[in-house]
């Protein structure tokens, strides 16, 4: 049985979760409409996998008979300075959800509840991959603002359409 402070907790890091997708796809209008097709769908992609998160932290709720309820989210920012900037956004947003994952996790084991401990234990090393994915970029894009081809280049290089599906990864509701 998870543990009530538990499954409040995990009921606001879906509120989290579809807040980045939200955020992302914001990102990726953004890019889209400066012709920036890489950096775009480089962005719907991380839209999608935050939608992903949200789905398997709804579908371990419904598997551990506890009430899921979906929340609204607050707008996300979808003017930029320049083509730095959302990356920047994303990258500190990736470093707060961390956090909140990282709390998740010890909220789990001062409450006795491992079963929940051990689901957080996914997302523990799906962040270290995402911050590191998004300090990358921000150097590279940074490092190439004046010159966004090469940016281009690298996601096409370094992120191309198709990444290898991960069989340790929770299932998704509705998946
Ligand atoms: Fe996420
Ligand atoms: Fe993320």
Redesign the pocket.
């Known amino acids: 049985m998870a543990a009530d402070s538990v499954i409040a907790a995990l009921n606001e890091q879906i509120g989290h979760e579809y807040a980045?997708h939200q955020q992302y796809v914001a990102c990726a209008v953004y890019y889209d409409a400066e012709t920036l097709p890489q950096l775009a769908r480089f962005f719907y992609r991380?839209a999608l996998?935050?939608r992903d998160?949200a789905m398997m932290m709804v579908q371990y709720l419904i598997d551990a008979d506890a009430p899921v309820h979906i929340p609204g989210v607050a707008a996300p920012q979808n003017e930029f300075a320049d083509i730095v900037a959302p990356v920047a956004l994303a990258l500190a947003?990736?470093k707060r959800?961390t956090e909140q994952i990282n709390t998740l996790a010890a909220t789990s084991r001062a409450e006795g509840d491992y079963t929940s401990e051990q689901f957080m234990q996914w997302f523990i090393k799906?962040?270290v991959e995402?911050v590191a994915t998004m300090s990358d970029l921000l150097r590279v894009v940074e490092r190439s603002k004046t010159d966004p081809m090469d940016i281009e280049d690298f996601l096409a290089r370094e992120h191309p359409a198709e990444e290898d599906e991960d069989p340790t990864a929770p299932h998704p509701a509705g998946a």
């Open positions: 980045a991380q996998e935050e998160h947003q990736e959800v799906e962040q995402e």
